[in-house]
């Protein structure tokens, strides 16, 4: 996701879209590729928030803040996108792994086939 409005006093402030708009598929990757890299490398079980903010002329981008938690505007991206959190850590604690759990937009994918945790900010 990402926001519409480059400024701000707080974020939670911010229009918010998912998916993301203004964003190349090669700057959408490399952003979610630096995020799984991040949370590997800090060690995070669960959700995480990163936010970044990328240069519109280059790829030059910088992480303004990671928090092992998620913020307001990622629950609701997760729904938009399909993969709503409360539903999946309410299955997840009843025991069903993620493979058995349906993308509710596509009826097809599963959060442990695409790696749908990993959410850009």
């Not at 911010?14 to 952003?31: D, G, K, W």
């Not at 990622?74 to 759990?101: F, Q």
């Given at each position: 996701?990402?926001?519409v409005d ?18 190349s598929n ?7 590729t630096?995020a ?10 669960g959700e995480?928030?990163i ?10 981008f910088y ?10 505007s ?5 729904k938009?996108t399909?993969?709503p959190?409360?539903y ?6 009843l ?11 596509t ?9 749908a945790?990993?959410?850009?900010s």
């Amino acid at each position: 996701m990402e926001n519409v409005d480059p400024l701000g006093i707080h974020t939670g402030e911010s229009i918010v879209v998912a998916p993301s708009q203004t964003l190349s598929n090669r700057e959408y990757n490399m952003l979610r590729t630096t995020a799984i890299k991040v949370i590997r490398h800090i060690g995070v079980v669960g959700e995480c928030n990163i936010q970044y903010a990328l240069s519109p002329e280059s790829e030059e981008f910088y992480i303004i803040e990671v928090n092992a938690r998620l913020s307001r505007s990622s629950a609701l991206a997760s729904k938009a996108t399909g993969y709503p959190l409360a539903y999946i850590a309410a299955k997840l604690s009843l025991g069903l792994p993620l493979p058995l759990l349906k993308n509710s937009v596509t009826s097809v994918t599963t959060p442990a086939s695409n790696r749908a945790w990993i959410t850009v900010s």
